[in-house]
């Protein structure tokens, strides 16, 4: 890197340790870097004073080591910062040394213990005030006639705090919030002068005094934890970090002054979320196999609260140790149904990398019920990053299986402690979540049976059939008895007197026909009122619209018309959509006494298992396409069996698609990017399902074989051949026999180095152009530890 700020004369305030320290040894600042240092601090009841000695050594150890690494060289100033004649002196013996003055950082400072402020004396405060503001201003009215001459630039260290408040710490905040205003006026101030005030408000950055802080505490190992976990990446920020930051701002940003620099990892985006709490289980559950889960039976070891109360609000988001609840006997909730949920999921991609498969859409019909049940209205985005931060404390509870997923239920209740039925003073959000299997045993997908019968109504207009309570569940339990003793396993419900069709079960329904017009039509019952506007019925209305192989129509369809359809031979498939089977078909249907066969099974069903392996796809993995023509889409597959270790071939397939890619005009393929994903996944051991690694190269095609000028590229005998006019040489294209020839015609996705196959011929949405079913549906992508 070169020199950024050559024979420059900085002036760096607590350049001994921590931030200053960093500061000083981003090395780049050229010729020379003054260091000043606090000798004293008054804090808390008591005189805390820095000892000078270790002080001292600490200065003259950095000013010996930049002078010998270079480039430029270091002088160490002890200089108290509380008092202004030191200050001034500081700066006298700066410009006697150098003959001028280019950059001051203002970084001296301190962060007394928390304690409330009725506990706080004047004294204290006025200390605070001197060492972390007063100094500032000192130094810089001190240094200003030196800057202007230069056009020089004044850097100004706060924090994060000064905007967003910490508790317990009012003093401090107060301080760090004046530095902010005072940048931005002396910013203004000094434009005249070509001079360049800014400031830097750093999050949680690992330093000795934040060490010191923590050790403080109860559980210093603890306290950091909690320090990293407020931030966005994850992670705590650097000595190095805030002094590459401050290069920056004193080298680069010639053209910023008055800004305040947030160097927090997006700490700031989490704080609504903002005081969220953890208290780690210290006794874990075993985690269970993927293959015996049960839904709604097992869950992990912590749970998100989040209380409310119209006199005080908000509480602080708690994230603990998985408990019972403790409610008042007359709590609304429990005597009228002061409630409701969602159902959402989380998946582990074989990439390693954990999804939450469209989760605002989520929290948007969850502020819709809240509002429907006259519940405290909450921020959708905040209690979204308080279940994602629950869900990386419970990270290793997301199964390691392409066939499991981790359930996620944020539930909402009332908790007035009254029998009056009236709108609840009190209130608790609560989210739970623990790992789920799939809903068809592995291999199979089989129909359902249905019970219609017009005696039963799940919801009505001007009602809450369209809101996620709980007393829209409860009331069919006796329905789906019902339906049981008949022989059925799910209920079709219907509504009014033209009996129209509308859920099926607590799923929603899709119905693929042959319409009246003899073209082939996805109908789905409009959102009007009575339908719940579910996740995975949005879903599979953006797939079938983008594939535009279909129409696909909103509108009510009743039974007569139904019927009629289906005596006709016009009704191809019917299935119900929902978080937790994603889709499931219908195989008959009872309806006042009469069986009734639905084809869905007969005819595939193409469409649902095409609805089911290209979302759960997504859900679970990522997709790249090669080349987009009219929704049409060539895809290179990369087909995975079971057999040990095949690594070495990896590069050698991955050549072997390019080159046909290049020759058929596929387009281009990022195989950086696949050798990359490859690696990830052939690199994965222990876990419980095998790791697939046999890497085989198929390509879509619906003809045996493609020609492109005197190369043509076939397939036969389960494989894949490139061959050249006139020559005798077949290169076969990496293909394993065995392989192949179990399944000769299958189509596979692209997905991160997995992949399941398909009979369909159907194009997929191509990734990078972020079509609009594809804008936001992985909406959280995280690696490793889950990452915002």
């Known amino acids: 890197m070169p020199l950024r700020y050559q024979n420059k004369v900085v002036i760096v305030t607590g350049g001994s340790k921590g931030i200053g320290r960093g500061i000083v040894k981003a090395g780049k600042w050229g010729q020379s870097g003054v260091l000043r240092k606090r000798r004293s601090v008054l804090s808390s009841a008591k005189t805390a004073k820095c000892r000078p000695c270790v002080a001292a050594a600490a200065g003259e150890a950095l000013e010996t ?43 001296a400072g301190w962060h007394p213990p928390h304690k409330p402020t009725d506990e706080t004396t004047a004294e204290e405060f006025r200390d605070l005030l001197n060492l972390n503001l007063v100094s500032y201003f000192l130094a810089s009215k001190f240094a200003l006639p030196y800057l202007r001459q230069r056009h020089g630039n004044i850097i100004n260290i706060s924090s994060l705090v000064g905007t967003i408040g910490q508790k317990d710490a009012a003093p401090y905040v107060a301080t760090k919030g004046a530095i902010i205003s005072m940048t931005k006026a002396m910013a203004v101030d000094e434009s005249k002068h070509n001079v360049r005030v800014n400031c830097i408000s750093p999050g949680n950055v690992m330093t000795p005094l934040w060490e010191e802080l923590a050790a ?114 007359a709590t609304s909730a429990l005597h009228y149904s002061i409630e409701l949920f969602e159902g959402m999921k989380a998946f582990r991609g074989v990439d390693n990398h954990i999804r939450l498969f469209r989760p605002m859409l989520n929290m948007e019909r969850m502020h819709r019920s809240t509002e429907r049940s006259c519940l405290p209205l909450f921020d959708k985005t905040e209690l979204l990053q308080c279940i994602k931060k629950l869900v990386e404390v419970d990270q290793d509870w997301v199964p390691f299986s392409q066939d499991a997923s981790l359930y996620i239920r944020p539930t909402f209740i009332g908790t007035e402690p009254s029998l009056g039925v009236s709108r609840a003073s009190k209130a608790l959000i609560f989210v739970i979540v623990g790992p789920v299997g799939p809903y068809f045993a592995t291999g199979s997908f089989n129909p359902i049976s249905l019970l219609a019968d017009p005696a039963f109504v799940r919801a009505w207009k001007g009602g809450v059939g369209e809101y996620k309570m709980g007393g829209n569940y409860g009331p069919t339990i006796a329905v789906q008895s019902e339906a049981q003793k008949q022989g059925c396993q799910q209920v079709l419900w ?59 129509t909103e509108r009510t369809m009743g039974m007569k018309e139904f019927l009629e359809a289906l005596d006709a031979g016009r009704v191809l498939e019917v299935f119900g959509a929902g978080t937790a089977c994603v889709v499931c078909p219908v195989g008959n249907l009872l309806y006042k006494g009469k069986t009734y066969q639905i084809p869905t099974m007969q005819n595939g069903p193409d469409l649902a298992k095409r609805f089911y392996k290209e979302l759960t796809d997504i859900q679970c993995l990522t997709a790249v396409a090669v080349k987009s023509e009219k929704q049409k889409t060539s895809v290179l597959t990369l087909l995975l069996n079971e057999r040990d270790d095949h690594r070495p071939r990896v590069r050698q397939e991955v050549a072997g698609l390019h080159l046909a890619a290049s020759v058929f005009g596929l387009g281009e393929v990022d195989f950086q990017f696949v050798q990359q994903h490859l690696r990830v996944h052939l690199g994965q051991v222990g876990h419980q399902n095998p790791v697939r690694t ?73 990734f990078p152009e972020k079509t609009k079913f594809f804008s936001g549906i992985l909406e959280n992508t995280y690696n490793g530890k889950l990452q915002h």
């Open 65 to 107: 080591e930049f002078s010998r690494l270079g480039p430029g060289s270091c002088k160490f100033v002890e200089c108290d910062v509380t008092k202004e004649d030191q200050i001034e002196r500081l700066i006298a013996v700066t410009v006697e040394l150098h003959g001028h003055i280019d950059c001051l950082v203002n970084n």
């Open 216 to 329: 403080q505490t109860a559980d210093a190992a603890a306290t950091i934890h909690a320090g990293e976990d407020a931030q966005l990446m994850g992670r705590m920020g650097t000595e190095a970090e805030c002094g590459l930051a401050a290069l920056f701002l004193a080298a680069d940003a010639t053209f910023c002054t008055g800004i305040d620099l947030l160097l927090s990892g997006g700490a700031e985006l989490n704080y609504g979320f903002k005081n969220l709490t953890i208290e780690r289980n210290p006794e874990c559950k075993p985690k269970p196999d993927p293959s015996t889960l049960i839904f709604g039976k097992q869950f992990s070891d912590h749970m998100l609260t989040i209380s409310w109360s119209e006199k005080d609000g908000w509480d602080a988001p708690q994230i603990k140790p998985f408990q019972n609840l403790s409610l008042h006997p």
């Open 494 to 552: 219907l509504y009014g007197q033209d009996e129209q069709i509308t859920e099926v079960g607590t799923m929603n329904l899709f119905i693929y026909w042959t319409n009246t017009k003899g073209e082939r039509e996805l109908v789905t019952p409009p959102l009007d009122g009575i339908i719940l506007p579910g996740v995975t019925r949005q879903s599979l209305l953006d797939l079938g619209r983008t594939w535009g192989d279909f129409k696909v």
């Open 694 to 766: 046999d890497v085989c190269v198929d390509l879509r095609f619906r003809r045996s074989e493609v020609t492109n000028g005197s190369i043509s590229l076939r397939h036969r005998d389960g494989g894949f051949y490139l061959h050249q006019a006139g020559h005798q040489q077949v290169n076969r294209l990496g293909l394993h026999r065995d392989v192949m020839s179990a399944v000769p015609s299958s189509i596979g996705y692209l997905m991160c180095g997995f992949i399941s196959n398909s009979s369909t011929s159907s194009a997929f949405p191509v």
